[in-house]
Each structure stands twice: as C-alpha cells, then as structure tokens.
C-alpha cells in the first residue's frame, strides 16, 4: 500500500489517500494547538506516543466489541485506517469535573461527577466548536438520530472499558472526546485518536496531570508526562 494525496491536514495528524480503495494513511505529528489554535507549540516525541497508544486501544477496544477504523500500525508515527467521512460531532464524555464544565457550571476541578457526563459538540473551528444537543445535531443534519443513538451506546461502553483500563495503569480517566466515521455502507465507527492529547488522565495516586492540560496551562513536563503513558501502557 502506498500514500498518493495529501486529502487533509488538520493540527495534530495529515491524513492520505492511498493506492488501496477505503484505505488511508494516517500520520501522526508533534504539533500541538490549543484553544482552537490560539496557542501553538511543539511536544517532541509526541507523534509516536500518540500513534502507538490510539492502536493500542482502537486494538483492545475491538476486542470488547466497539468498532474502530484500525486496520495497521504501519510505523513509529502512521497508521492505516479505514477510509470514513467523519460524523462533525465531537463526542465528549466527562467521569470527573475539569476543564470547560468546570468553568462553565462552577463544579470544582477534580470533583467526581456522580453519574456520566456526555457532551456533543459541533465540528467547526470558525464557531469554536460550539456545544449542542441531539436535536440541534438531527436538525442541523450533522447525524440521524439512530446515529446518536449508536454513538451515544458506544461513547459509553468505551468510557466504561477504558476506566477500568486506565485504572490498571494507576490512571484516573477524568474526560475525553472521540470522533466517529461513517463507512459508505451508514456503518457508525470509532475513529480519529485516542490520547493524551484527547483525554485526561491523572495519576490515581497524585492526581498529577498526565495529558496536554501540562501544554494548555504551561505547566511544563509535557514530554515526560507523554513517555510515562506510554511506559505505563507498554510495560517497559
Ligand atoms: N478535547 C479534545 N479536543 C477539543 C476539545 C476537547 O480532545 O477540541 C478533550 C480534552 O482533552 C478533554 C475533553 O475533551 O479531555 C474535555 O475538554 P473540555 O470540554 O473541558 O475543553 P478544554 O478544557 O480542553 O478546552
């Protein structure tokens, strides 16, 4: 299988076409953006950690039955993934207070939320990515509502599965987003990553910030906070 296009680049991974129909390649880099862009910077070594870690986990999650575009770790930073027009809504789902609910409903960092949180917000860097709700979704055609109903059943299966397999790894998982993808046949499938630069994850212990809230907030250790995930997961 060979690159042929550059079909898209976005902050963090370029996506190409490939020779092989509904296939393409992923390539992971070491940039990192937040607040829509606003600020920018480099995490070193990031691509890899990121790559490897969202395999390993697209991997395990196949094995509890969720659907992902995994098809192969092909190097240290690219992937090939199943070929799918991704659904413009970004699925957030919140087990501990941070971030933006915290700011935005004043429920302190760190607090436990007692049930589930999700959240669906709308893909668009000129809006800012705004929050909506199922109907705003269905109206605005972003998704039909047996899509939601999928992707809402998924969101939490997965927020379920990776608890438990953070927790193994003495890592609370406080939140995270994924995206999903529609296959030409309507099939709804995980897709995107799965990161530090997606989630965040806390020591169990410490509660020391092991995700790119260290970037966001300038907190500094951002590539070592990468590494020690990925020892964690790896073993090594
Ligand atoms: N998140 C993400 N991409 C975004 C926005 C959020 O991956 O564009 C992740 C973020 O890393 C966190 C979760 O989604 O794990 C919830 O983020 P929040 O809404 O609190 O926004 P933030 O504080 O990151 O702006």
């Given at each position: 299988m060979k690159k042929t296009e550059l079909m898209y680049e976005g902050k963090a991974k370029r996506v190409y076409a490939t020779d092989t129909d509904g296939i393409c390649i992923v390539d992971y880099k070491d940039d990192a953006t937040a607040f829509n862009g606003a600020k920018k910077g480099t995490i070193v070594g990031k691509g890899v950690v990121n790559n490897r870690m969202s395999n390993r986990i697209m991997r395990m999650l196949e094995k509890h039955d969720i659907p992902t575009h995994?098809?192969?770790?092909?190097?240290e930073r690219e992937t090939a993934v199943v070929r799918v027009s991704i659904v413009p809504v970004e699925v957030i789902v919140r087990n501990i207070a941070a971030g933006s609910l915290s700011k935005r409903l004043g429920i302190e960092e760190g607090t436990k939320l007692p049930s589930v949180v999700l959240e669906y917000c709308y893909k668009n860097d000129a809006l800012d990515d705004p929050m909506i709700n199922d109907s705003h979704a269905i109206a605005m055609g972003l998704a039909t509502k047996e899509d939601l109903d999928t992707i809402s059943a998924y969101a939490l299966k997965i927020d379920e599965i990776l608890i438990d397999f953070f927790a193994k790894l003495?890592?609370?998982?406080v939140d995270f987003k994924i995206e999903f993808g529609k296959k030409p046949d309507g099939t709804i499938i995980l897709a995107d990553e799965i990161s530090p630069d997606t989630c965040r994850l806390?020591?169990?212990?410490?509660?020391e910030k092991l995700d790119k809230d260290r970037f966001r907030r300038d907190m500094g250790g951002v590539e070592d906070a990468y590494q020690e995930v990925m020892r964690r997961l790896t073993g090594e």
């Open positions: 995994l098809i192969e770790e092909l190097s003495g890592i609370e998982l806390w020591d169990s212990i410490t509660h």
